[in-house]
């Protein structure tokens, strides 16, 4: 069967909340294990259509993966930029490590 997707407001009876869980990553948001022991919920706290649940969801992961990414985007830029200044600096084997091609092409890829 299809699953919905369905509104449970955290006074609910039968919902418990348990410990917080430690994450790496995005700390924005609690992390949480909830546990529902015999909840009951008017059909009005469905959202959307009955039996869309997974494809809801489904949108959300990759709206949340687009968004991650896109906040990436910068640091990621600065990172380069400060491997290529190191890159023009650094010398061994008598040459800047710039100059070797496979490094020169490499850094050029990810710029691009």
Known sequence: RNKSL??????TEGVHRARKI??????????????FE?????QSHVIGDRGNGFVYQMIQFQVERLVSALGLLIPLERCLDVTIEYAKERTT???????NQAIHFKLGELKT
């Not at 084997?93 to 100059?99: A, R």
């Open 93 to 99: 084997f008598n040459k800047k490590l710039i100059e």
């Open 6 to 11: 369905i509104m449970v407001p955290m006074d």
């Open 22 to 35: 430690e994450k790496m990553g995005s700390l924005c948001s609690d992390t949480a294990e909830i546990f």
């Open 38 to 42: 015999d909840v009951r919920v008017p």
